[in-house]
């Protein structure tokens, strides 16, 4: 097969093109002719021309010990901490470099997502802000399951008395609603449902339902433990018995978590530039 003049010069003209690297660009790339595009080569290198990759965590240590041994003159940190998560980028804008270095790719980036304890999505799931409410049985295996970290208490005039948690137990076991009026529903505390024999008839109980409960958790993983008190309820319609709780203080509690989450990585980041808030571009 032989070729024209013509021919033999577009070939040497592509072969040309492809050898030779994109002016002013320090990433060899190269043109390639008559629609072909631009071709970067970066693939064909030992390694990459820059640092690229994303780490998640769900454990706050481990954010910091990632972020300490990455940060660079450009690290930023963005934290959200009524989303529980918080953002590190490496090669992010920084006003104070040279202009050639003032804007990053953000190719670089360590991310956590805090992940709720198991005790305080147990408890939050069931609360009733949620709507929710236990038949006896479902509450009795409740306490079961979670009985490492709860107790219970009863308010009199001689104050705040702790309750063995197996004679709780035995109490609500016991229970037996009776409702006077038909098509009636009560909502009250456990000692208020007591007292009104009129409206709310309980029988079975004894002198040991406690009106508050209280579990020992954290609400992330990572965070220091609280002590969440709980208000008891015995909820009824004509003649069935349900019960329920209400997280009390619920928006204080989740305040104090979302500021012990900042001060966290506030603390074990050090001096890194540090933003409450969320990035994106």
Not at 40 to 65: A, M, V, W
Not at 67 to 94: I, P, W
Request: aromatic residues 8%.
């Amino acid at each position: 097969m032989s070729f024209d003049k013509e021919t033999m010069l577009h070939i040497e003209n592509r072969s040309l093109a492809l050898s030779q690297k994109l002016p002013e660009t320090d990433n060899p790339a190269v043109f390639a002719p008559n629609g072909m595009g631009l071709i970067s080569l970066e693939n064909f290198e030992n390694q990459p021309y820059r640092h690229k990759g994303r780490f998640h965590t769900q454990r706050i240590q481990s954010f910091i010990d990632y972020v300490l041994a990455h940060k660079e003159y450009r690290t930023q940190l963005f934290v959200n901490d009524r989303e529980m998560c918080a953002e590190a980028a490496f090669d992010h804008f920084d006003a104070q470099a040279d202009a050639a270095m003032a804007t990053g790719w953000r190719e670089h980036l360590a991310i956590i997502e805090m992940q709720e304890t198991s005790e305080w999505s147990a408890l939050t799931k069931h609360d009733r802000h949620n709507g929710y409410q236990f038949t006896q049985r479902e509450f009795l295996d409740f306490i079961n399951d979670w009985s490492h970290v709860l107790t219970f208490k009863e308010k009199d005039d001689e104050g705040i008395t702790d309750i063995p948690i197996g004679r709780v137990y035995q109490s609500i076991q016991k229970l037996e609603v009776k409702a006077t009026n038909t098509a009636t529903h009560e909502e009250k505390d456990f000692r208020q449902s007591r007292g009104k024999l009129e409206e709310l008839d309980i029988k079975g109980a004894d002198s040991n339902l406690p009106a508050t409960m209280h579990m020992a958790c954290s609400t992330h993983i990572g965070l220091e433990p609280t002590v969440v008190e709980c208000r008891l309820m015995v909820l009824s319609s004509e003649n069935k018995v349900a019960l329920g709780y209400r997280i009390n203080a619920l928006d204080r509690i989740l305040d104090e978590s979302a500021n012990d989450f900042s001060d966290k990585i506030v603390a074990g980041t050090g001096d890194i530039p540090l933003w409450m808030g969320d990035f994106t571009r």
